[in-house]
């Protein structure tokens, strides 16, 4: 059975950091590419970044240089690290084992102004 459960979620002020994180079993997490989606209030699913295999990465222009993934092979763990955060960063954030079916349940970041 497939979980991914993110952690890490809260409320912070307008330039603050959180760190994310994705605890993922029941598949081969160090072949897989990962990925974290977001979604506010009355809005669609967007996506944020995604890591390769080999750690590549890519991000969404609206968090380019502010957001960070990283994954733990070893710890089967995925990452997100949030800084200065804006309010419009608020939403529930979703790990996803990139281009399948499989997501957790998110984790809900506020960020306060």
């Known amino acids: 059975q497939v979980q991914l459960l993110e952690s890490g979620g809260g409320l912070v002020q307008a330039g603050g950091s959180l760190r994310l994180s994705c605890a993922v079993s029941g598949i081969i997490f160090g072949i897989k590419t990962m990925a974290w989606y977001r979604q506010a209030p009355g809005q669609q699913r967007e996506f944020v970044a995604r890591?390769?295999?080999?750690?590549?990465?890519y991000y969404a222009d609206s968090v380019k240089g502010r957001f960070a993934i990283s994954r733990d092979n070893a710890l089967n763990s995925l990452y997100l690290q949030m800084n200065s955060l804006k309010p419009e960063d608020t939403a529930t954030y979703f790990c996803?084992?990139?281009?399948?079916?499989?997501w957790g349940k998110g984790t809900l970041v506020t960020v306060s102004s």
């Open positions: 890591i390769t295999a080999s750690g590549i990465t």
């Open positions: 996803n084992c990139y281009n399948t079916i499989y």
